[in-house]
Every structure is written in structure tokens, then in C-alpha cells.
């Protein structure tokens, strides 16, 4: 029994999300092997294999995966899967896009969204917006799981000393392409990996308030920025900042929601965090029920107060 780890990176480092799963993988008791695939991605593999855990890293290194594409990085990963038990990736937009196709060509069901392994074949993960959790038995030769690493702790970066071992690519499928991406850039922490997230929803009113209310408070803290999904479909702010079933799932040491209701949407995504302080003029707002500490105000003026004492 081995676990192979589809690597997470953007060509140049390693993305936390990984560590996370390899701690996941961890818990198979089975040797851990990472895939790293992609361009110019030396830098990355090298990486992989100083990470506490990992035992052997796999370097495809070709102009096909230099975006990622899911049509020719699952091709690659159904290839290398027989010689595994278990295929493993973080369940991000990266995992989530790629690691079903692969799943598919092997003609195997996924395990999605793992948030604890019980045996090597038995998972559990939420359903119902995380209102109660389902206890998964996959009986398919390989398992392919996404791992919610928000459950997992993440791996040492450091102290490991896998050997790395070149693998041949496939080339390009030609089933799709790349044509360009636009991305949003930002000074602050990325909102998955952050410590402090500070979000907005429906009641911050709009975008210009996002600048003025939100975020001084997430500058002042060296917070993330995050949103409900009610602000990102008013337009306030860009969908990568969504936090919610739909969105993305956190779980920072310290989230700050700031006129957010609580719908049991958002909710799965963020009430796995450490301490949840809520800022709503409502007091009878959802959000106070999963809140540590919650303030009854109104946000326009107890927020840039907060911002005053900080």
C-alpha cells in the first residue's frame, strides 16, 4: 500500500495546502510519494522533498502542465495510479479540478472533501453544509480522495530528505487550452492560509465601504480579506474572497465577521476557525450562535472605533 500526493505549487513554490495533506496521508500508514507536475518546477520538487513525512517525490517537467490544465495533469496522474492504493490532493480549486477526471479514466468513484481517515479505506467528510458528517467506505482498488486541509494540521516543510525522481510527461491532450488569466493581487496573507480573516457580508452595503470599513481592519491586523456570498453577488468585492459552501473553506486562528447574518452556507466554510468574533447590528443574527464573542453594533461605527485602538 502506497499514497501518491498531487503536489499543489504555481511552478515556483510550494502551496501550504500540501503540507496539510500530507499529514492527511500520514494517517494511511502507508509510504508517501508527491507528484510535482509542471514547468520550470525544479524549485518545487526540491521543496517537496525537504518536507517532513514525504518519501520519494515524482518531477514531470513539461510545457503541457505549466497551467495545469485537468485534461493533460489527470492523464498523467491515471497513468502513474496503478502503482499506488491511494491518490491524494488538497481540496482546492486545483484539486477539485483535476483529481475527478483522473478518478474517472481509472475508472474509480472519488472520496471528496476528507476530513478524517479512519482506515485505508474508510473516510468521513461533511454533507449538508457541514451540519452532520458521512462516514465513507470506498471498496475501488485505488482511492482518490480530496482532503479538506482546513481538518489537517500541516506537515513540517522542513526535515525531510526524499530522493526526487524524474518521470516523462505526456504531452499536451489538445482537448483544451490555455488562454490567459486575470488575477487579483493583493500585499495581504492568501485568504486559505491566513492566521486572521476578516470578512464582510450583505450588511457593509458596498465596495467602497469594503475600503474604508474592512479594510483598515484586516491592514491593521495583517489579516486576509474574506466575504460572504451575499457581498460577492452585490458586487463588493472579487469571488476569490468568497468564504462558504461555494466558496472557500477556512479556518484562521482568528475570523472577524463584520455584518454578516450567519447563513448555514457561509457558516461551513469559516466555523471551523479557532475563535470567531461577530459584529452585527442584529441581535438575533445566526452568526452569533457559532460566535465566541459577538458585539451588537453597528459596524460603520464600531469597526473604524476597533481600528482606532488598534
Partial sequence: MTTLILAEHDNKNLKPSTLHVVTAAAKLGAPVTVLVAGQDCGAVAAEAAAVAGVGEVLHADDAAYANFLAENMAALVAKLAPSYSHILAPATSFGKNILPRAAGLCDCAQVSDVIGIESA????????????????????????????????????????????????????????????????????????????????????????????????????????????????????????????????????????????????????????????????????????????????????TAVPELVSKL
Fill in 121 to 300: 479505506d474508510t473516510f468521513a467528510r461533511p454533507i449538508y453544509a457541514g451540519n452532520a458528517i458521512a462516514t465513507v467506505k470506498s471498496s475501488d482498488k485505488i482511492k482518490f480522495i480530496t482532503v479538506r486541509a482546513t481538518a489537517f494540521e500541516a506537515a513540517a516543510a522542513t526535515g525531510g530528505s526524499a530522493a526526487v525522481k524524474t518521470v516523462d510527461g505526456m504531452g499536451d491532450s489538445g482537448l483544451s487550452g490555455f488562454v490567459g488569466a486575470e488575477l487579483s493581487k493583493s500585499e495581504r496573507p492568501e485568504l486559505t492560509a491566513a492566521r486572521i480573516v476578516v470578512s464582510g457580508g450583505r450588511g457593509v452595503g458596498s465596495a467602497e465601504n469594503f475600503k474604508t470599513v474592512i479594510e483598515p481592519l484586516a491592514d491593521k491586523l495583517g489579516a486576509a480579506v474574506g466575504a460572504s456570498r451575499a457581498a460577492v453577488d452585490a458586487g463588493y468585492v472579487p469571488n476569490d474572497y468568497q468564504v462558504g459552501q461555494t466558496g472557500k473553506v477556512v479556518a484562521p486562528d482568528l475570523y472577524i465577521a463584520v455584518g454578516i447574518s450567519g447563513a448555514i452556507q457561509h457558516l461551513a466554510g469559516m466555523k471551523g476557525s479557532k475563535t470567531i468574533v461577530a459584529i452585527n447590528k442584529d441581535p438575533d443574527a445566526p452568526i452569533f450562535a457559532v460566535a465566541d464573542y459577538g458585539l451588537v453594533a453597528d459596524l460603520f
